[in-house]
């Protein structure tokens, strides 16, 4: 038959089971710690990050860019010289 205090056994053990296997909750210094140690490795990170962009994406861009304006400033001459010579033909 059924024994109301075989029950409460039962349900004590689960509970006294399941707050074995719950980690233990940190303590707000330990939050804290945890917190500081990651603004600390966020600031250490960015800036590598800003140390890599001036020192490789920068310089890159700016090598790129100037090939670029030349090539445009080729492609505009041949326009401008395809203009001239149309309005040559007119007259």
Do not use: C
């Not at 296997?21 to 250490?44: H, T």
């Not at 790129?64 to 395809?82: C, I, N, V």
């Amino acid at each position: 038959m059924f024994e109301p205090g075989a029950a409460l056994l039962a349900w004590n053990n689960r509970m006294t089971q399941s707050k074995k296997r719950r980690s233990p909750r940190p303590s707000f210094q330990d939050a804290g710690r945890k917190l500081d140690e990651a603004a600390r490795r966020l600031e250490q990170e960015t800036e590598k990050f800003i140390r890599y962009l001036n020192d490789e994406v920068v310089p890159e861009i700016r090598e790129h860019s100037s090939r670029g304006l030349r090539r445009a400033s080729k492609e505009l001459q041949k326009f401008a010289d395809y203009l001239e010579e149309s309005q040559r033909k007119r007259r």
